[in-house]
């Protein structure tokens, strides 16, 4: 399959979840909003496979970035998020990428960057495909490594976040719901 940025969001959309999340995010007014993560690249696969496009989706990730490094500031975000989002059945994450340098070590024992944006962020996960974020103010797809990692079910590490133990655990979990997938 080509996939292409516009071929993506609409089989991302093709999730209600994903349709909900993008039409009510820009009203928090935050800063380098992305809707980001498993709800929009396991949409493709569970397409690819023929499964609903949210099965096998755990939370929705949304990435921002706002200079204000208080867990104050991001806490009064996290429960605005959650009053906005009450009525949906899904697990939504939202996290400032300013930030997590500041718990990152704290919770997996490793050191982690100061970030300087929300692409940032997107730009260090474990599998290189994966890095893919949907601006939902603007509809603008960011996929530093591209989508054809994606498409064809690839799973590579991604150069800018080496860590073995966490790739085998999440390509692992990706394989088991989808075992189509390959490791490249």
Known sequence: MNLTPERLVTIAMTNPINVQLAERLPSLGLSQCMLTAGCLFQAVWNHHSDL?????????????????????????????TRQLFQDLDAKVDIKNQAR???????RFGRAYPQL??????IDRYLV??????????TGEVYAP??????ALGYLRPNTKNIQPD????????YQSRWPWLRIV
């Open 52 to 80: 609903p496009p949210e099965s096998g989706v755990k939370d929705y990730d949304i990435f921002y970035f706002d200079t204000d490094l208080s867990w104050e500031a991001e806490n009064d975000v996290i429960l605005r």
């Open 100 to 106: 997590v340098h500041l718990w990152y070590g704290e």
């Open 116 to 121: 300087e944006s929300a692409r940032d962020g």
């Open 128 to 137: 290189a495909g994966t890095c893919i974020g949907l601006d939902p103010g």
């Open 145 to 150: 490594y591209g989508l054809d990692d994606v």
């Open 166 to 173: 966490l790739f085998h655990q999440k390509t692992t979990s």
